[in-house]
């Protein structure tokens, strides 16, 4: 979590910062700055939320005594061995990702989702097999997680195909015919990025109060705890609006209409339809 977080802040930095948007656009060098940077943002999230959670197991409610011997070395401890663990998952990902196999970091998130599933089936079957689950309820739940996946896949692999034109040319004693082709832009541009931050930021608060919320005068923490805990309503309200405004909102980081348009302006392309004379860049919206 703290790289994803760490890598959505840079991104957000790269566009309001002038000198790291100017690293941005030096290419291959400026994305490998980018990237330290990156490594870097995660090294302090994980400092930060390492010391958190260290400060907070002894004086979370319902957690008293989890903790035996809260102290210097017991903090020393936890922080080395939580910051440890992040930086090598981040190398790790970086890795699978120079590998060629896919995205590291998301990969891993998979490969921890998938690794919760068994025992969530074998409890639901066990479940139908006592009589607790109905046999039709344990249908209706399999029929909505294949209709879901199916759905999932269908729009992360739906895209848009913007066909762009290049007119005949002349370079040196070549001449080039005229060619089509077409610019594919993805439906779901943000992938996962809009529900992982906005699971973040809705999460913080919350364990900001279960840290403190059990200290005397500190009880409306308590309140807020209960309030954003998963499955409540506020939580499903505020989760679902954080997704869609992150959504848009990264979709407009990662992808710049008038840059794209400046980009194959500077080719000889144009975009069919494009007739109506307007400029590219409005096309792309």
């Known amino acids: 979590m703290p790289y994803i977080s760490a ?25 490998r700055k980018i990237s330290q940077y990156t490594r870097y943002g995660t ?7 390492s010391i958190g959670i260290a400060t907070g ?7 008293q005594g989890l903790v035996m011997n809260p102290g210097f070395a017991f903090y020393f401890t936890a922080v080395v061995s939580l910051v440890t663990g992040t930086m090598f998952l981040m190398w790790l990902g970086e890795q699978i990702t120079e590998r060629g196999i896919g995205n590291g970091i998301s990969i891993i998130i998979f490969a921890g989702i998938v690794a919760g599933l068994p025992p969530a089936i074998a409890h639901t079957i066990e479940q ?4 607790d689950l ?4 344990l249908l209706l739940v399999a029929v909505l997680v294949f209709a879901v996946t199916f759905f999932v896949v269908f729009v992360e692999r739906g895209q848009r195909r913007i066909v762009v034109n290049y007119a005949k040319r002349q370079q040196g004693r070549r001449v080039y015919a005229a060619q089509s082709t077409h610019l594919p832009l993805k439906v779901n541009m943000a992938g996962v990025i809009p529900a992982i931050f906005a699971s973040s930021i809705i999460l913080f608060p919350a364990t900001i109060a279960s840290w403190f919320g059990g200290g005397t005068g500190w009880n409306w923490l ?7 805990q998963p499955g409540q309503p506020l939580y499903v309200l505020l989760y679902a609006s954080a997704i ?3 959504c848009f909102f990264y979709t407009a980081l990662v992808f710049n209409p008038r840059e794209t348009a400046d980009n194959l302006k500077k080719s000889g392309a144009f975009c069919t339809r494009n007739s109506s004379g307007r400029a590219n860049g409005e096309v792309y919206r």
């Open 128 to 131: 139908a097999r006592q009589g």
């Open 244 to 246: 869609i405004f992150f």
């Open 43 to 49: 090294l302090v999230l994980a400092i930060f939320q």
């Open 57 to 63: 197991l002894p004086n979370m409610p319902g957690m």
């Open 222 to 228: 308590t309140t807020i705890s209960l309030y954003l």
């Open 134 to 137: 109905h046999f039709l309820v």
């Open 7 to 31: 890598s959505i802040i840079i991104q957000l930095l790269t566009v309001v910062h002038p000198t790291l948007a100017e690293i941005k656009k030096e290419g291959e060098s400026g994305r």
